[in-house]
């Protein structure tokens, strides 16, 4: 008469107080379930604005609010059509796009620069950081009458502007993360002969790779925000030029087609970024 083996023990682990059963192993949260996957979070994330441009049509029709206060979509989706037939739509896009995008750029770069010297030296925090801080206080209009001051009208004082713009969150968001990288982690680096550049491109920006796109992203919005400012400085093309424009005017509908244009162009280009922060945490992080 044979027996069956009992089953076999579980393994036991020695813990920091005796010893323990081996934990079972949990299923990742959320793994396999539709959120995961990236069409069900975009069809998702595209409800609450359908839901909302069904109210604004709602609320246009049952007459709330009069065609200049509120007007419908139909109507601003005419005046894009208008815009588009002359010609001036794509080229208002482009034009605030490409300043962004430029001013972001340099931004970015003189942020990420800075923002390293002052989190790796202290004596750089000393000597820079208050004036940094206090330059960060000033508010962007303020700084409108000097850039046309020393740079004229023209392209050189928007860009600036959205430069400022978009420099002190990376600076902020890399200077801060780079003073709290683990120490043993840099100790390890450097007893492996690593230092200066080497130590930083390899050791202390990849540790900060996350904090460097969150402060990239807050550098990309603050960037569209100090479009409207920029364009402000005499401009005669752009979005913030076709809003404040529209607003002289009375032209309700091409007030809300450009506030709908900055919403789209700035999560798209937000949206794009993120895609890089995900390959860049994948590969450095």
Do not use: C, Y
């Not at 081996?22 to 604005?49: D, E, I, Q």
């Not at 069904?54 to 007007?71: E, I, T």
């Not at 750029?105 to 010297?117: F, H, K, N």
Request: glycine letters at 10%.
């Amino acid at each position: 008469m044979s027996t069956t083996p009992p089953p076999a023990a579980a393994p036991v682990t020695a813990g920091p107080f005796g010893a323990s059963a081996a934990p079972v192993p949990s299923r990742k949260a959320g793994s396999g379930g539709v959120l995961s996957r990236t069409w069900a979070r975009v069809v998702l994330g595209l409800v609450v604005p359908v839901l909302l441009l069904g109210l604004w049509q709602l609320v246009s029709v049952l007459g709330l609010f009069s065609a200049v206060q509120l007007p419908s979509p139909g109507a601003v989706l005419t005046s894009a059509a208008d815009l588009i037939e002359r010609g001036e739509l794509g080229t208002h896009i482009a034009i605030s796009t490409q300043r962004v995008l430029t001013g972001f750029a340099l931004g970015a770069v003189l942020g990420l620069v800075l923002g390293a010297l002052l989190g790796l030296s202290k004596l750089a925090d000393v000597l820079l950081g208050p004036l940094f801080g206090a330059v960060r206080a000033v508010p962007s209009l303020a700084l409108v009458p000097l850039l046309i001051l020393w740079m004229g009208i023209g392209e050189d004082s928007k860009v600036t502007l959205i430069t400022i713009g978009a420099f002190f969150p990376v600076f902020t968001t890399v200077s801060l993360a780079l003073r709290h990288v683990d120490k043993n982690l840099v100790e390890a680096a450097r007893a492996f002969g690593l230092n200066g550049i080497k130590l930083l491109t390899t050791v202390q920006l990849p540790a900060v790779v996350p904090a460097v796109f969150s402060g990239l992203r807050l550098a990309l919005a603050q960037s569209w925000l100090f479009l409207v400012a920029a364009e402000l400085i005499a401009s005669s093309m752009g979005l913030g030029f076709l809003l404040t424009d529209s607003q002289n005017n009375g032209r309700t509908d091409r007030m809300f087609l450009a506030i709908v244009l900055l919403a789209v162009l700035g999560k798209t280009t937000d949206a794009l970024l993120g895609v890089a922060e995900k390959w860049a945490v994948k590969k450095w992080a």
